[in-house]
């Protein structure tokens, strides 16, 4: 059982990494990298949350983007989306491990319609 839960714990941490490297490389491409850095210091001083928040409260930076960056934020949650879906599939060893309720967790917040 510990082997299990262990396992669980390594593919949400692996899934945290890929969240955030996917975000990074959104940001990075529409704002480029200062500008990402920036907006990382905004979100720890105006709202105490760090990047490495984001994966376990994707609505909460999802919502502080669109304050931020306003209502065209549906094109970021597209691409981040897309990014998170390109990289699960270019990771093909954490791909393997994960269940099909792993995988659609991984995206799914970025894709919503709010």
Known sequence: MREVESQ???NKEDIGRLILESVDDVLDGIFGK???QAFYDLLERKYSMSRD???SQMNTFLLILERN???NIKAVRRDIA???TQNL???TNLLSRLSPQEI???SSSWTSTD
């Open 8 to 10: 669980l714990l390594r």
């Open 34 to 36: 200062a500008m990402r």
């Open 53 to 55: 928040d984001i994966p």
């Open 69 to 71: 960056f306003g209502k």
């Open 82 to 84: 897309q990014k998170i």
């Open 89 to 91: 599939v270019a990771n």
């Open 104 to 106: 659609a967790n991984a």
